[in-house]
């Protein structure tokens, strides 16, 4: 088979000859001009920039909105002048027409660009080979093309890149100038491909496809880099546009090396440039913020190329990256906001949205194409859209908006955070496959065909997209990990070129390191920083080895999961480095910090220390330093070295902040000596130079005293005089901003190499750190190297990274341009004195291909490189050792029960809060955990009081409940109890029978129960006896068995303790409740009185004075009873305390009269209504601040004289008077009454609460116990979790191992079903061919030997190659059928018969079906044999697995007796722990002689219900031993009556023997046995039944005979129907996939709806051709004939045979 692009061979040579036919009709148009081609050029670049002022002088008026610069913007191409002289036309005429020959090609080894290497350094030039790119240029414009459907082109920064899609291949084409490439474009015909590439006036170098070889190179055309290339669509002419800063546009003759025109195309960025495929003289030209449309023509001066700029008019000026070329003209473009412009006139004539006015895409649209009649847009949003092609080519303007709205044909989502760039059509026949370019690293394979069957988009390649941060390799393995700002993680085997895993987050990623050996032995774990301040630890692990997998069919080679996360920092982490022994990971980022961690306690925070600037780099010191520490380098010029912090032991509720201030750390602040090195070389250069003037000048000297004498040492002496002075030294400069620090390491202790950026850039600076000196500040230290080392050609290209091989004698370098430098050290040379020799290559992009990283594989056999250009690449380094090809990483295996950890929590919010933030926002958020101060209650009358508790928050054992190790699975006996326990049948038959067979009497006797066998309700009855009933063993006994339900652990302590915590501070509170309302009820008490008290007074104010009754005092608040009111005060107050203050002061007696009453308690104890009111009442005290049912008249004196009182006024002041003087007695009652009750009150709450503290000591006593035994539980718990874990872990496994075995024995039992059927099969194929043949076959024999016969059989298997080989391999196997075909067979084996040839006379339909058959026996044999292989197979894997449970019982049960032993040693430990037990006289029952003894240390302590269920049980148990008793007596005798019948059945047994035996032998003479003569006796109703059976076998025998053979003659007449109808289905399949090609051809035709506009233009051209070649043809027919004619006219003329037309030229009616 041909693959899609070897097909059409034919075709591609008829269309070659036809691009030449068109090359030779456009050739005398070029031609025409061509003796002025090379003038042209060399005018053009000679005479400076006049025309480029003028292109820029028009496009900046283009821009301002001048119409005149767009009519006729004629940018006439600089030609030769007209009054160049005839001989220099002459020549340029000679010198064109010498054209390069078609078979001429370059030398790419001296094209290609070559590492450097000092001279004389024996440094050999391959010391590094380039094996793989792992990345991807995704964000480079039209980094995507295609060669044929299986080759892939892109750039790889100064490599070019030729993947194969199928077997992931590459091929590198290495640049010529080692400057970049700057854009590829692939010839029409898929012959060639353009390289154009950036640098000092680069050229572009024309490659032929496949063979690779340099074809042609076109030189000068433009200044720095190209930014597009496009052929025309007949691929003779080429076109090519620069970037910065000229933007030439070019059109080539490519093939003769020379250019056709040239002009400026803008004078800002251009994106692209493209030939129109209809009309190759219009190209249109693209770029920031406009579009240009271009066209050759001839004017009266020559050919020019017309430009005329795009106007936008009302529509907002946009970028336009993708646009397309209609046929009739216009030009359909793109623009950032996602609609599309249709073009006409320079100007737009309509905007295309969609309805509603939503734009066509979500963003930029980057490509537009015309394929088979409809139009394909690209857009940034990820989508692929078609549109009708008549729609957009009819578009118009409706309304005065300008936007025209459609609706696409069909759309394509291609996936979630894509952004597509750019497509390239796949030429694969009958298919409509794209391969698209996506801006976020990915390469992928689109379907757009739009069918039924339209495949999914397929993702072919994923890499990083933007810049690579950071790289890192594993230790022991080659396995390697990168991170980028695309938020993503991926890791590579770079041994076996292979992508293997990635995981992506929220956040990007910008620091990466590999855990070392120490920390993870497997290598299988990497730290990762990213921009949110994050640190997160991966595992990677192998997933095959994860039991969830089992039987999946595709499983990754490895797998990512997070491990831990922490964030220490509020900026991106810039830097990660673990200390050589693994204890610490230190963290570095740009906020200013670097962070410390414990990684042996799950990366536990130390603390961090503040830095100077953002931190760039951190290193730790080797392993030779005599200390372990820190290099600490800043971008700002400061490098810090820190020591191994230490490690406190502290509780982490107590730290406040996690800043380390006490540590010792050395800083030096670099200070400029760029300016002294270059002074000092100066200095050296001018000494040389004046030794060498002083040399000449000596000679000339001599020279002129030798000639003139004394005259000449005057002469000499007054042109030394005359000359000049020596200009001044260059002064000391030092740069305002200090240059950043890119990257360093340490030499020796104390001393570190550092290179720099910016001024300082150039050189190597060896530092010294000075003395630590705790009062210097580092913001005015200035430091200087002391040595340094000059670095060539990085004045303007500083080292960005640097890293050395293992034995530090080779130092790689990564360069800012993208380069590679390696030095050549000695060996133990810390002073880098040998820094000299070294090899150069540029590797990544030069523009803005920093390298990020470079590192070395763990065997310095490799060398990687991670730019910024998104581009990775691997190494090989120069070794004398081979490298193995079939080399690969290992994927480190999961850890067992890795499935089932729990994943952390992630931290995906960017603004969580960092460590050192959250608990300082803890801190800050911290309160006293006071609840509530004691208050003091006292009472009225009395001295009782009572006061709250002082009420402090829960404890943290409350509130925190630990998980435990210990929780673990449950016994073998409690699962074995769960599951239940196996029940034999315990039932009997109790009925009678009338005669016992033997096998009666044997099944009887099976179903008796074994002697140990036991009741399963007694065993249940055991059970709740023992569980229920109490078994007190004391737990000082050394038997003693802790139960399960018993164990206790450190984390049930905490709880318990927890909750005797809580249960103790909810009855505080609630006790504190109630005094705090017995204190609200003495503030209301307290208020009423005083109204009482009111009311009183003015009640005794109109009584006499002997009538008056003794008012009660007014209780007070004390000051303890509202201790809240401690610090409150008044004005009052404040006047008391100065008051009291000016006594002191005057020394006047203390005994002055105070202006208030209740100044000296403070004005906090005086109640008002006002602000101190806030003390609320109860509801139930009624406030008595009223007068109660009767108001007070006062009578008014008047000043007149009085009139004598009345009878009637005397008797009404008498009954007034009486009813004071009660009311007067009732309200001193009730102030009484008030005051009583509150006591009372109290002083039960008072009692309340003495109740209640007991309580509390016993609490705290029990306290004090739990927290001991937590204590010692703590030391236990850590070997306790060991032994658990242990346990857990073997009880596990072998559960899994059993599921194993259970599912081993299933697989097995499937097996054995199969080889059932196999064999039963078999069976069938002997019986039915044994029917087919028939009884009375005289061939019966040959036909069965030649269906039973072994054959040796040939059996194919297809080996897979690699995916770059479509070939297959056939192997051959010989295999011998393991299985006995038939008895008959074994004993004819040296029996030899032809079976190939059919007999005479034989059925050679019977022949067939027999060799058929034996084909299909022999199949039956081969599955056969590969059955029972894997059951053979699958009993060992069985026998092994049983071994293995065996092992893993007895591991865990000697694990589970080593955790009871603990779990006894850890009881022995809590037993000897004192408990103190607060007893009561009453509750002592053991009394000696009606006395307490002295010592009750040999005495138990039982609870009352425990002692009452005791004593209860031993009322039951007397019960139950009386009903036992009363059982067994009975059931004695019961005994002895059954004893009794059994002898006497026994003794009728016997006599019946007897009787039995004298009747057999006075019938037959002897005893016989009577159950064999009943089995010898004749019955002839069953013979009579079996003589009826056989008949009826026979008479069946013969009719299915009879039917068996019409089954095989309709079976027969089956088979030959089914051939008949199998060769109907093949023809009918024939004409369905016929008719599937003819609708496939009708639908493209019927799609095709725009190629009448399309191709037009083409069919002409071609019709043209083809008439064109007929002519020709004819014409040389009848030239020929002429010629034949004229000789035959000849005398002896030569009779030529006929001239028959060559079958490539013959053209019929319908070509035309």
């Known amino acids: 088979m041909k693959e899609p692009d070897d097909q ?80 220099a036309a002459e020549k340029a005429v000679e010198e064109v027409k010498k054209k390069i020959s078609e078979s001429f090609y370059y030398d790419y080894t001296e094209l290609a660009s070559m590492p450097f290497v000092t001279p004389d350094s024996n440094i050999p030039l391959d010391l590094l080979t380039l094996v793989h790119s792992f990345g991807y240029d995704c964000r480079k414009r039209a980094n995507l093309q295609l060669l044929d459907s299986n080759t892939a082109l892109y750039i790889a920064g100064n490599q070019l890149i030729l993947l194969n899609l199928k077997t992931k291949e590459q091929t590198y084409l290495q640049s010529s100038s080692g400057e970049g490439i700057g854009v590829i474009g692939v010839h029409p015909y898929k012959t060639h491909f353009t390289v154009a590439e950036k640098g000092s006036c680069p050229k572009i170098i024309v490659y032929e496809y496949p063979s690779l070889r340099p074809y042609r190179i076109l030189r000068d055309g433009t200044e720095k880099a190209y930014a597009y290339v496009d052929f025309n669509n007949n691929g003779i002419l080429l076109a090519s546009v620069g970037s910065n800063p000229d933007y030439t546009l070019t059109i080539w003759n490519w093939k003769e090396e020379q250019p056709i025109l040239r002009t400026k195309a803008f004078s800002q960025e251009v994106f692209k440039v493209t030939f129109n495929p209809e009309d190759e003289e219009q190209l249109t030209t693209s770029g920031s913020g406009h579009i240009k449309f271009w066209e050759m023509a001839f004017t009266f001066t020559g050919l020019k190329l017309q430009g005329s700029l795009g106007r936008f008019g009302k529509t907002a000026t946009t970028d336009i990256e993708g646009y397309m070329e209609l046929p009739d003209g216009k030009v359909l473009s793109g623009s950032e906001w996602g609609n599309m412009l249709l073009w006409e006139g320079g100007l737009i004539k309509a905007e295309l949205c969609r309805a509603g006015n939503k734009s066509c895409h979500h963003g930029a649209i980057n490509q537009i194409m015309l394929d088979e009649g409809e139009v394909i847009t690209v857009g940034s949003d990820g989508c692929v859209r078609i549109w009708d092609f008549e729609t957009i080519d009819t578009a118009d303007v409706i309304d005065e908006t300008g936007l025209l709205q459609i609706e696409p044909i069909n759309e394509l989502q291609v996936d979630k955070n894509v952004k597509l760039f ?108 990213f921009e949110d301040g994050v640190v997160r630890i991966l595992e990677i692990y192998d997933p095959k080895g994860l039991t969830i997998f089992a039987g999946r069919k595709k499983i990754l080679d490895a797998d990512l999961q997070l491990k831990h996360v922490f964030k220490p920092h509020t900026a991106s982490v810039t830097a990660l480095a673990y200390e050589h022994d693994g204890e610490i990971l230190a963290t570095g980022s740009k906020d200013s910090t670097v962070f410390f961690f414990e990684v042996e306690k799950d990366y536990k925070p130390i603390g961090y220390i503040n830095t100077p600037g953002p931190v760039r780099q951190l290193t730790w010191s080797a392993i030779s330093h005599p200390e372990s520490t820190l290099l600490i380098i800043c971008e700002n010029g400061y490098v810090l070295e820190a020591p191994l912090p230490t490690i406190k032991e502290e509780d982490d509720n107590k730290v406040v902040s996690y800043e380390i201030k006490d540590m010792c750390i050395k800083c030096f602040h670099f200070s400029s000596i760029k300016s002294h090195i270059l002074r000092l070389i100066e200095i050296e250069k001018r000494e040389q130079q004046k030794k060498l003037k002083e040399k000449e000048r000596e000679e000339k000297r001599r020279a002129l005293a030798e000639e003139m004498g004394e005259d000449g040492e005057k002469e000499f002496q007054e042109e030394a005089v005359a000359e000049e002075e020596e200009e001044p030294l260059p002064a000391i400069f030092i740069p305002p901003t200090p240059s950043p620090i890119l990257c360093g390491f340490y030499s020796e202790p104390g001393k570190f190499w550092v290179s720099l950026g910016g001024y300082d850039s150039g050189f190597l600076y060896h530092c010294e750190f000075p003395p630590y000196d705790k009062s210097s500040n580092f913001k005015e230290q200035k430091d200087e190297p002391f040595d340094f080392r000059f670095l060539e050609d990085t004045e303007n290209n500083p080292v960005q990274t640097i890293t050395f091989s293992i034995n530090q004698t080779m130092m790689f370098c990564g360069m800012r341009n993208g380069a590679i430098r390696v030095y050549l050290l000695s060996e133990n040379d810390p002073s880098l004195t040998t820094l000299e020799d070294y090899w150069h290559f540029n590797v990544h992009d030069n523009n803005y291909g920093c390298i990020k990283s470079i590192t070395t594989s763990f065997d310095d056999r490799f060398l990687m490189t991670a730019g910024t250009d998104s581009n990775i690449f691997v190494f090989n380094i120069f070794s004398e050792y081979m490298l193995r090809k079939d080399i690969k990483a290992k994927v480190p295996s999961p850890r067992f029960g890795m499935e089932t950890e729990p994943i952390p929590e992630d931290i995906e919010d960017p603004k969580a809060y960092s460590i050192e933030n959250a608990r300082r926002k803890r801190e800050h958020e911290f309160r006293d955990p006071l609840e509530s101060d004691s208050v003091v209650v006292h009472a009225i009358q009395s001295d009782h009081k009572i006061s709250s508790y002082r009420l402090v928050q829960p404890s943290k054992y409350s509130k925190f409940k630990r998980p435990s190790q210990s929780e673990r699975r449950s016994s073998k006996l409690e699962r074995f109890e769960k599951e239940g326990v196996g029940r034999k049948d315990s039932q009997r038959d109790t009925g009678t029978l009338n005669r016992w067979s033997p096998t009666q009497a044997a099944d009887q006797y099976k179903s008796k129960p074994d002697d140990d066998f036991e009741d399963p309700k007694d065993l249940q009855a055991i059970k709740e006896a023992q569980v229920y009933m109490g078994d007190f063993n004391l737990k000082t006994a050394p038997d003693y068995k802790i139960p399960e339900h018993m164990r206790i652990n450190a984390a049930k302590k905490e709880e318990e303790l927890g909750h005797l915590d809580t249960l103790v501070h909810g009855k505080k509170r609630h006790m504190n409740k109630c005094i705090l309302s017995l204190r609200d009820l003495k503030v209301a008490v307290i208020e009423e009185i005083q109204c009482l008290v009111q009311e009183l007074k003015s009640i005794q104010s109109t009584l006499h004075s002997s009538k008056h009754i003794p008012i009660p005092q007014i209780p007070q608040i004390h000051p303890d009873e509202v201790p809240e009111k401690r610090f409150q005060y008044n004005e009052e107050t404040l006047l008391n305390f100065k008051q009291e203050q000016m006594k002191k002061e005057d020394e006047k007696s203390p005994q002055v009269e105070q202006s208030g009453s209740g100044g000296s308690g403070g004005g906090f104890l005086k109640l008002s209504s006002g602000k101190d009111g806030d003390l609320t009442t109860r509801d139930s005290l009624s406030r008595s601040s009223k007068p109660s049912g009767f108001s007070l008249d006062i009578p008014k004196f008047l000043e007149f004289e009085k009139a004598e009182t009345t009878d009637v006024e005397l008797e009404i002041m008498r009954r007034d008077e009486i009813k004071h003087v009660y009311m007067q007695q009732y309200l001193v009652n009730r102030i009484k009454e008030l005051i009583v009750t509150f006591d009372a009150e109290l002083r039960v709450l008072r009692h309340q609460k003495l109740k209640l503290d007991i309580q509390m000591k016993l ?51 499937e097996k054995k079903n199969e080889i059932s059927k196999l064999q039963d099969q078999e069976k069938a194929l002997y019986a039915g061919f044994q029917a087919a043949i028939g009884e009375n076959n005289k061939f019966a024999n040959f036909l069965m030997k030649v269906l039973k016969k072994k054959i040796k059989r040939v059996k194919k298997k297809e080996v897979e190659r690699d995916a770059d080989e479509d070939e297959e391999s056939e192997e051959s196997s010989e295999e011998e059928s393991s299985l006995e075909s038939d008895e008959d067979e074994s004993g004819s084996e040296d029996d030899v018969f032809d079976d190939s040839i059919c007999p005479t006379n034989c059925d050679v339909g019977l022949f067939e079906m027999a060799l058929q058959l034996r084909e299909k026996r022999l199949d039956i044999e081969e599955a056969l044999v590969e059955e029972k292989k894997i059951v053979d197979n699958l009993k060992k894997e069985y026998d092994t697995l049983s071994k293995k449970v065996k092992i893993v019982a007895i591991n865990l049960n000697a694990a589970e007796e080593a955790l009871e032993a603990y779990q006894r040693e850890k009881q022995q430990q809590l037993n000897e722990l004192l408990v103190v037990i607060p007893f009561k006289l009453h509750q002592i029952e053991h009394v ?59 003794k009728t047994i016997n006599k019946m023997e007897e009787t039995v035996r004298q009747l057999m032998v006075s019938k037959f003479g002897r005893v016989i046995d009577l159950e064999a003569l009943q089995t010898l006796s004749v019955n002839t109703t069953l013979e009579e039944l079996k003589i009826r059976k056989l008949r009826k076998e026979l008479s069946n025998a013969k009719e299915m005979k009879m039917w068996e053979e019409k089954i095989a003659q309709v079976r027969w007449e089956l088979m030959m129907k089914t051939k008949e109808h199998t060769k109907k289905l093949h023809q009918m399949n024939d004409l369905c996939i016929e008719k599937k090609k003819l609708d496939s051809r009708l639908n493209t035709l019927q799609n095709q709806q725009g190629n009448v506009f399309q191709g037009l233009r083409k069919a002409d051209i071609l019709a043209k051709e083809k008439v064109t070649e007929l002519i020709q043809t004819q014409a040389e027919r009848i030239s020929a004939l002429k010629e034949e004619i004229a000789l035959l006219r000849k005398k002896g003329g030569l009779i030529l045979p006929p001239i028959r037309p060559s079958q490539g030229n013959e053209m019929g009616p319908t070509d035309l």
């Open 422 to 529: 750019s497509m390239v059509k796949m030429n694969e026949t009958g298919s409509n496959f794209w391969l698209a370019q996506d801006a976020n690293g990915a390469i992928w394979k689109l379907d757009l065909s739009f069918s039924n069957i339209t495949q999914d988009p397929e993702c072919l390649f994923s890499f990083h997209s933007g810049a690579i941060q950071d790289l890192a390799v594993s230790p022991i393995t080659y396995l390697m990990a990168t991170t980028a700002l695309d938020c993503s993680v991926r890791i590579y085997d770079f041994a076996s070129k292979t992508a293997l895993a990635q995981m992506k987050f929220k956040q990007g990623g910008t620091a990466l390191a590999w855990v070392p050996r120490m920390v993870s032995y497997t290598g299988a774990q990497i730290s990762v920083g």
């Open 8 to 87: 059409d061979t034919d075709g591609e040579k008829s269309d070659r000859s036809k691009s030449d036919g068109r090359q030779s009709q456009r050739s005398s148009k070029y031609e025409s001009r061509s003796p002025m081609k090379e003038d042209t050029t060399d005018e053009t670049f000679t005479e400076g920039e006049e025309s480029y002022l003028e292109e820029e002088d028009t496009d900046m008026e283009g821009l301002e909105g001048s119409s005149s610069s767009f009519q006729d913007d004629d940018l006439e191409i600089t030609r030769l002048s007209q009054e160049t002289p005839a001989p």
């Open 1259 to 1309: 609490s705290d006593l029990h306290h004090i116990t739990l927290f001991q035994e937590m204590l010692l539980l703590k030391n236990f718990e850590k070997q306790e979790n060991i032994l658990q874990e242990r346990v857990n872990s073997l009880d596990k496994e072998e559960e899994f191992m059993q599921w194993k075995i259970n599912e081993t024995l299933k697989e097995m039992e």
């Open 1488 to 1546: 000696v002689l009606g006395e307490i003894p002295s010592d009750l240390s040999g005495t138990l302590v039982f609870s009352n219900q425990s002692l009452g269920r005791l004593q209860e049980r031993i009322v039951q148990l007397h019960e139950e031993n009386s009903k036992q008793q009363k059982l067994n007596k009975e059931w004695r005798e019961r005994r002895k009556q059954l004893a009794r019948e059994k002898r006497e059945m026994a």
